[in-house]
């Protein structure tokens, strides 16, 4: 098998016609555009045997101007950045190989550094029978990102006086059979409704849902698994219906609002429903570990139009980050409607649940715990020490076949996202190692101005 992961850096840098449009230059070139100083150039990539790495200096993806400055981040502090993030990789892949008998799936993942889009990157397979290499265009499952994907139209609606997030959902969704308590979206949203999760082998289904309504057939005639607000339980179905009290409460169609109101004003080209007939191609194969075996296998074919608003989108790592940049320049929401969504819900009783609406918050402690099975603790605890006082919020994802992670930390002057995503249930552990070195490297240049 060729190893798709390693090897030298091709570095040719060319200035191209700034008159073109990024369009444009795209279609010319063989590989990624990026914009230095309001030029467009033809920056370093990176060969693995038939992959290409993309690495992006500079790139704004903001309504806002962004201040790479305040991040204290040059060329060389982020080459450094992403020579460490390489090697993190490496040794996750190193892994793979180790209990699948040599073979290894793919991965792709992106960072953005104070308002800018550092680095992204393909690494692997995206296909392993074919040798098919993941690019920074292969399409991957989002799975539960979807949700913090979707959460921009619960407070766009909210500001329009559509809805209220704590009138009980039957005001704008009648259909929904009634329940013995009454609940709201923002309950909903927060996983506090007492809608229950998958059961048996519904994750599973492979039945196409024409709409969003269609779908709720599964669970809507079940009773509530628990008085509303008394608990937190993590519900994917919450999120179904929640979908259509949206739809209900707008008088719009849920994936006609995710285009227009979402992934078109954020830039989002490459973020599309699953499971539909205008389903772009592009999609990468999807994998499961087979322990018993210890093999890649490849995954039961499965058709998410039950769940988009939950976990039904497939998109790209720099899709991602140009979302999680256009929620926080104000592009999409206000910074207190932002701040909405990322304020921890709490139960009846008074305990936090560390989850906001649709966003998961101090997500760090637990990113590093699963991190911990597979990198030494010395390593754990270098990025534990580099995330200290920085405040995380954002979310994680599994799919058939496919895993997600989207974190951003946060101190007082900078901010720093990663989204990466993996072609199997073996989930990307490098993403917050790799975070950490952009924030390293920002934080030493910092500390020697």
Excluded at 90 to 108: C, M, N, P, Q, R
Excluded at 258 to 265: G, K, L, R
Excluded at 417 to 428: E, F, H, K, Q, Y
Aim: proline fraction near 4%; aromatic fraction near 10%; include cysteine.
């Amino acid at each position: 098998m060729s190893d798709c992961r390693r090897g030298k850096h091709s570095v040719d840098y060319k200035l191209l016609q700034p008159d073109l449009s990024a369009r444009q230059v795209r279609e010319r070139a063989p590989t990624s555009i990026y914009v230095i100083n309001g030029e467009f150039m033809l920056l370093p990539r990176k060969m693995f045997a038939g992959s290409v790495l993309g690495v992006c200096l500079l790139s704004s993806a903001c309504a806002m101007e962004p201040d790479l400055d305040a991040c204290q981040l040059d060329e060389a502090a982020l080459g450094d950045a992403i020579s460490r993030s390489e090697a993190w990789i490496d040794g996750y892949f190193s892994l793979v190989e180790t209990i699948s008998g040599g073979a290894h799936h793919g991965t792709s993942v992106a960072v953005s550094a104070c308002g800018q889009i550092v680095w992204q990157a393909g690494f692997g397979f995206a296909d392993i029978e074919t040798q098919t290499p993941v690019t920074i265009e292969s399409l991957f499952r989002a799975g539960s990102v979807a949700k913090t994907l979707t959460s921009p139209l619960l407070v766009q609606a909210e500001a329009r006086g559509d809805l209220d997030l704590d009138a009980d959902i039957r005001t704008y969704f009648p259909a929904f059979p009634q329940k013995e308590y009454e609940f709201s979206t923002r309950q909903l949203a927060g996983h506090l409704a007492g809608i229950r999760h998958y059961a048996g082998d519904e994750f599973a289904s492979n039945i196409a849902f024409e709409t969003v309504s269609d779908g709720l057939v599964i669970f809507q005639d079940d009773p509530l698994e628990f008085e509303p607000g008394t608990q937190w339980s993590y519900s994917s179905y919450g999120w179904n219906l929640l979908s259509a009290v949206v739809e209900g409460a707008t008088g719009r169609d849920y994936l006609e609002m995710m285009q227009s109101d979402v992934f078109d004003p954020a830039g989002m080209d490459s973020t599309f429903a699953e499971g539909r007939a205008d389903t772009p191609d592009g999609q990468v194969t999807y994998y499961s570990y087979d322990q018993q075996n210890q093999a890649m296998v490849v995954a039961p074919a499965v058709n998410n139009s039950v769940k988009w608003a939950s976990g039904g989108f497939i998109s790209t790592p720099t899709d991602l980050l140009r979302f999680g940049l256009a929620m926080e320049d104000g592009t999409l929401v206000s910074p207190e409607a932002f701040d909405v969504l990322r304020e921890t819900l709490h139960t009846n009783d008074g305990e936090a649940t560390n989850y906001g609406l649709g966003w998961a918050i101090d997500m760090m402690p637990r990113q590093l715990g699963g991190t911990a099975q597979v990198y030494s603790e010395e390593d754990v605890a270098r990025t534990t020490a580099i995330f200290e006082g920085m405040t995380s919020y954002g979310h994680t994802g599994g799919s058939m076949g496919s895993t997600t992670v989207f974190v951003t930390v946060r101190d007082e002057d900078t901010s720093f996202t990663v989204a990466a995503m993996s072609n199997s249930g073996i989930g990307p552990a490098y993403a917050v190692l790799v975070l950490g070195e952009f924030v390293a490297a920002s934080q030493e240049a910092r500390a020697g101005e």
